[in-house]
């Protein structure tokens, strides 16, 4: 059962979509610097700011959160906000491009970047608020980073695990490497090819390697 809230931002994607044609459209026919700013307003600037306001109306706690109760889930409208990037990752890939702009873009829904981050072109991060990430680290294709994982309930709902990535400075991150929620990378350590530092696991600390206080967290929610 979802609110009426979740509801409606489940057709956010949908609304982006359209939106996206309009300005489009009006670049199209108006090709100027007024419907070229158009263009990156909607694509670009409307997600993390509408992102930024729902967060002030209802903040977003780190832990296991349920998605499908009578409770409006932030962290499940900010999931629905970013889909349109994860539907057309081609859209991230252009501010990658272009140094610096991808650590700004970041940081505007409301990620801590640090300065001279090197981001791959093609790479997927999947809650662009989560991210905590140090000064001159470096990326290899392909890797992923996300803050979230899910966990169905017995009847039928699911709830969701949300904590932040954290990657010290100069760190490097190997292609294909996977972060999970919770992961901590240290400082000028080196990830390999296809690592996978798990849920709530600091690399390179056998000590904290602790994958299972995933099913402790959402037993004790």
């Known amino acids: 059962m979802m609110t009426a809230a979740d509801r409606l931002f489940s057709y956010f994607p949908l609304l982006m979509t359209i939106a996206s044609f309009a300005a489009l459209g009006v670049f199209a026919a108006w090709p100027n610097g007024w419907s070229a700013a158009l263009v990156v307003l909607v694509i670009y600037l409307f997600p993390p700011m509408l992102l930024r306001i729902v967060f002030r109306w209802a903040p977003l706690k780190h832990g296991v959160l349920t998605i499908d109760g009578r409770k409006f889930c932030p962290w499940l409208a900010a999931h629905h906000i970013q889909a349109f990037y994860d539907a057309l990752p081609y859209l991230e890939s252009?501010?990658?491009?272009?140094?610096?702009?991808?650590?700004?873009?970041l940081r505007m829904w409301g990620s801590r970047i640090g300065y001279g981050v090197e981001w791959p072109v093609r790479m997927d991060v999947l809650d662009r608020n989560l991210m905590d990430i140090g000064n001159r680290v470096v990326?290899?294709?392909?890797?992923?980073?996300?803050?979230?994982?899910?966990?169905k309930t017995e009847g039928g709902g699911s709830r969701v695990l949300v904590r932040p990535v954290r990657i010290g400075s100069y760190a490097f991150i190997g292609a294909g490497a996977r972060l999970g929620p919770g992961a901590v990378v240290p400082h000028n350590v080196s990830v390999p090819t296809s690592a996978v530092v798990d849920v709530n696991q600091t690399f390179g600390d056998p000590k904290r390697r602790h994958p299972e206080l995933i099913e402790a967290e959402f037993a004790i929610s």
């Open 94 to 105: 252009m501010l990658r491009v272009i140094p610096g702009f991808y650590s700004m873009w």
């Open 139 to 151: 990326f290899s294709r392909e890797v992923e980073l996300a803050a979230h994982v899910r966990q």
